[in-house]
């Protein structure tokens, strides 16, 4: 039987590498805050009263954010009985917290990705991977960002990372300046950047990412987007498939 082809450490088995999703289907979720915090805490607590020898979960989607002064009755709760926990953060993940998420069968830490990580952040990322899935938020704006700054940033993060999240937020009338035109087109009442770009953006990841085994998840503003986006890979996939065989022949 075949063995089937995955992601590893330097790609070795030369995946394409590129996850499409859109904001709707990430956006599948509920976000914890104080105006549903009762609501979401009767829930926690009626499949607390349902729990026997293992704890009772539901099959919903949670997204809980690392706040200063945040409610940890009610997160605790969500840990002990939210179907998927998804764990956001800025900065660090604080050790009880690791240890919770550890416990919970389906859990992600989503980073936001910053210019620069310290050592105390990589080896936050590094315990952290040890305990649950962890995700980069990389949100992307042409031309304000740089991409290879990301790729600085990520590099002390490698072989550590599942997912790289790749977003580009929309810009409003009061954001978007002349610089930005070019890349981006406006509609419904925003402005979105154009496929091409986003597909330019994965190009310049694609390679180092794949060889530090991040998965590289592009997030598209729409059904029409990704399949424009689509188009672009089956297209560059061909080309791919090419070299590959050209040289695994030449490997021969």
Not at 30 to 57: P, Y
Not at 155 to 166: A, G, M, S, T
Request: aromatic residues 12%.
């Amino acid at each position: 039987m075949t063995r089937k082809k995955s992601l590893n450490i330097h790609n070795t088995d030369r995946l394409f590498n590129l996850n499409l999703t859109t904001k709707q289907d990430e956006a599948n979720f509920i976000k914890v805050t104080r105006i549903n915090e009762k609501a979401i805490e009767r829930e926690m607590d009626q499949l607390k009263a349902k729990s026997t020898r293992f704890k009772k979960r539901n099959k919903k989607h949670y997204l809980l954010y690392k706040e200063r002064y945040g409610n940890d009755t009610i997160q605790d709760k969500v840990f002990d009985h939210g179907g998927h926990i998804y764990y956001y953060t800025t900065d660090r993940v604080p050790v009880p917290i690791i240890n919770k998420l550890a416990a919970v069968p389906q859990s992600e830490v989503v980073y936001f990705c910053k210019k620069e990580h310290t050592l105390e952040d990589v080896r936050n990322v590094q315990l952290v991977s040890m305990a649950t899935k962890v995700s980069i938020d990389v949100p992307i704006v042409l031309p304000d960002i740089n991409i290879y700054d990301y790729l600085f940033s990520l590099y002390p993060l490698r072989y550590h990372v599942d997912k790289v999240k790749i977003s580009f937020p929309a810009l409003s009338e009061k954001e978007i300046q002349e610089r930005h035109k070019p890349y981006y087109v406006f509609y419904n009442g925003m402005y979105h950047l154009k496929s091409k770009y986003k597909y330019l953006c994965f190009q310049y990841l694609q390679e180092p990412l794949s060889t530090w085994k991040m998965n590289i998840w592009l997030i598209c503003d729409s059904k029409r987007d990704m399949n424009m986006v689509e188009e672009m890979v089956i297209k560059d996939n061909k080309r791919f498939r090419k070299a590959t065989s050209i040289d695994e022949g030449s490997a021969e």
